[in-house]
């Protein structure tokens, strides 16, 4: 099956700081890839969608200043949180979308494995 | 407004206890309706995805189906290893995913 990888799996940074996470699709190439942050016990709330090679677009709410998303090729996006504070801490979750169809037809999206980000 | 509702919220089987999970949905230009499995500290699993009525998928112990309003993840079977949060999504018309708040399934031995 295809394979999202995410790094780092944790980190722990001081607040003030940014950090940036990878997502990467190991075996098939991601036109479309979304960043969702997922707090305990809660379902996924997607941040932002990224589409290579263009602009993400943010959902209502989620400030892109302070969430910088780049789409830099067909198997590679990152998500860098900015000038973190406590409460930028959560469980962030990348996923890729894969055409297993023609466009407009059946598709596929595979999570990556998440990160967790602590700001001290 | 774009919805998709799962019940319920929690749900404890005994093995061998089969059993459904239900997720109700409202998404304009549905796309697929798109089941995971997490476990916790985990990024979610594909299982199926879903795209017109009376479509049906198994994996193992697991089959899904769909109508126009609803789909249901049916559960034969269970063992422990199958505890876990079940996720339901919509996938809009730009591929955005709606998610239902998950059923946490515990199956005990």
């Known amino acids: 099956g295809a394979v999202v990888s995410q790094h780092p799996s944790r980190v722990i940074c001081k607040s003030g700081t940014s950090v940036k996470i990878e997502c990467r699709s190991l075996?098939?190439?991601?036109?479309?890839m979304f960043w969702y942050r997922q707090f305990p016990k809660k379902s996924l709330m997607l941040m932002a969608t990224?589409?290579?090679?263009?602009?993400?677009?943010?959902e209502q709410g989620v400030e892109k200043d302070k969430f910088l998303i780049n789409h830099a090729s067909l198997t590679l996006s990152t998500l860098t949180v900015t000038s973190a504070h406590p409460e930028d801490s959560s469980f962030y979750i990348c996923?890729?979308?894969?055409?297993?169809?023609?466009?407009?037809?059946?598709?596929?999206?595979?999570f990556g494995p998440g990160t967790r980000l602590t700001v001290t | 407004e774009d919805q998709v509702t799962q019940s319920p919220e929690a749900l404890r089987l005994q093995e061998g206890e089969s059993s459904s999970l239900n997720c109700s949905y409202t998404?304009?230009?549905?796309?697929?309706l798109f089941w995971y499995r997490q476990d916790p500290g985990k990024g979610p699993e594909f299982l199926f995805t879903l795209y017109s009525a009376g479509e049906e998928k198994e994996k193992e112990r697991l089959k899904a189906t769909l109508t126009k309003k609803e789909s249901f993840l049916h559960i034969t079977a269970p063992k422990p290893e199958d505890s876990a949060t079940y996720l339901c999504a919509g996938g809009d018309s730009s591929y955005k995913l709606i998610f239902g708040s998950g059923t946490r399934l515990l199956v005990r031995p």
């Open positions: 990224s589409n290579e090679g263009s602009k993400a677009t943010y």
């Open positions: 996923s890729a979308r894969a055409l297993t169809g023609t466009s407009g037809g059946p598709d596929e999206q595979y």
């Open positions: 998404v304009s230009g549905l796309r697929g």
């Open positions: 075996d098939f190439q991601a036109t479309t």
